[in-house]
């Protein structure tokens, strides 16, 4: 029967994560790199697991254009080589510099491009009419206005082509707030669209597509973050499909970390107690973790360790009175409740029974506000 539960609650977290899978970018600016430096880039960011280039059209000049178009043509046959979308921001001032109609974008697909990006709208009307493309291309709208969407939605736009995509910000204390964040996302998705938000990499050589670069990130909130925890605070916080890299070039070691932060959960860094028994350190780090649906204000109880390890020995150890980013498991004392994982909220007393197992680094102790009833959670050691 024990099997049987878990087995059953085991199914039910993979189907829930696979619902909540993530997709990762990589942002370049052609008018100011190396064509070979960026390919070397596509691929290193493709054996990451990344889909998607984001590049910036919006200070492309006429003396300049061709070259740069020449050079976009170029990324976008790497780009489908390695299986990678690539999407163009624009304006309304792109189109009229090259004379093109919105009512044909050929003039993208012939680049290479997947999609394009409308950092300023047309207007509602002609923004949902893009999705109609006859090239059948991805149409991005800004996400970082809120209820934006509301009007392009009233115009009756091909919902499978359209994808929001939130600004970044070049300047320190631009950013956006969290609060402002989850509103836009919210708006937005209501209607069943996709989002993306961009991260900052951390190397000193970053450059983005203006001369002021103080870190393309979306929330202002990310910008003193490693580019790592920037991804798993954008995750933990909800809503969000994908996660770009806005500038360029973000190291090897930040897109190996962006490809390992396990998509759209709350995931924190720990410090595990050096003596835990084995049978501890396997229910850390066996599975994911999910947080009952009746969830207490003092902790999130994950319970399925309570019948694949319902044979196991856990005697009483470290049992110290609890606190906010503690991470617990039942011991022998608890009878039925042995094996049970608790991350603690609040601090409260230890009548024995609990194990301290872990602890979430004071860093990502923020982390914890995202653990929603009913939502994994996972630890990275």
């Given at each position: 029967m024990e099997k049987l539960i878990s087995d059953y609650i085991n199914k039910m977290i993979a189907e829930q994560l696979k619902e909540q899978q993530g997709t990762l970018g990589i942002s370049l600016y052609p008018d100011k790199s190396d064509f070979e430096d960026d390919k070397?880039?596509?691929?290193?960011?493709?054996?990451?697991?990344?889909?998607?280039?984001?590049?910036?059209?919006?200070?492309?000049?006429?003396?300049?254009?061709?070259?740069?178009?020449?050079?976009?043509?170029?990324?976008?046959?790497?780009?489908?080589?390695?299986?990678?979308?690539?999407?163009?921001?624009?304006?309304?001032?792109?189109?009229?510099?090259?004379?093109?109609?919105?009512?044909?974008?050929?003039?993208?697909?012939?680049?290479?491009?997947?999609?394009?990006?409308?950092d300023i709208g047309f207007g509602s009307e002609k923004d949902a009419a893009l999705t109609r493309n006859e090239q059948g291309i991805a149409i991005e709208v800004n996400a970082s206005f809120p209820n934006a969407i509301d009007s392009i939605m009233a115009c009756q736009p091909n919902i499978d082509n359209l994808i929001a995509c939130h600004n970044y910000f070049p300047q320190k204390y631009t950013g956006l707030g969290e609060k402002l964040f989850k509103a836009?996302?919210?708006?937005?998705?209501?209607?069943?669209?996709?989002?993306?938000?961009?991260?900052?990499?951390?190397?000193?050589?970053?450059?983005?597509?203006?001369?002021?670069?103080?870190?393309?990130?979306?929330?202002?909130?990310?910008?003193?973050?490693?580019?790592?925890?920037?991804?798993?605070?954008?995750?933990?916080?909800?809503?969000?499909?994908q996660v770009i890299v806005g500038d360029t070039y973000a190291t090897e070691a930040e897109l190996l970390a962006m490809s390992k932060a396990r998509p759209k959960v709350a995931t924190m860094r720990i410090e595990v107690t050096e003596d835990n028994s084995e049978a501890e350190n396997e229910i850390l780090f066996a599975n994911y973790h999910v947080a009952r649906n009746d969830m207490s204000d003092y902790m999130a109880r994950s319970i399925v360790a309570r019948f694949t390890h319902s044979q196991s020995d856990i005697p009483a150890n470290n049992t110290r009175n609890l606190k906010r980013g503690d991470v617990v498991i039942c011991n022998n004392g608890y009878g039925h409740y042995?094996?049970?994982?608790?991350?603690?909220?609040?601090?409260?007393?230890?009548?024995?029974?609990?194990?301290?197992?872990?602890?979430v680094i004071d860093e990502e102790l923020f982390l914890l506000d995202y653990i929603t009833p009913g939502k994994p959670f996972a630890f990275i050691k």
């Open positions: 070397a880039y596509i691929e290193l960011a493709a054996k990451y697991g990344f889909t998607k280039i984001f590049t910036a059209l919006l200070n492309v000049k006429p003396d300049n254009a061709e070259e740069v178009f020449a050079k976009i043509k170029k990324l976008g046959a790497v780009a489908k080589t390695n299986s990678m979308e690539l999407m163009l921001d624009i304006g309304p001032q792109v189109f009229k510099m090259l004379n093109i109609s919105v009512d044909d974008l050929s003039f993208f697909t012939d680049l290479g491009a997947t999609g394009i990006r409308l836009c996302n919210k708006s937005i998705k209501q209607y069943g669209v996709k989002i993306a938000a961009f991260v900052r990499t951390q190397n000193e050589d970053n450059f983005g597509v203006w001369a002021v670069s103080e870190g393309l990130c979306t929330l202002e909130v990310s910008r003193q973050m490693s580019t790592d925890l920037q991804t798993r605070h954008l995750w933990a916080l909800g809503d969000i499909d042995k094996a049970e994982l608790q991350l603690v909220l609040q601090e409260m007393e230890n009548d024995g029974n609990k194990n301290v197992v872990a602890r």
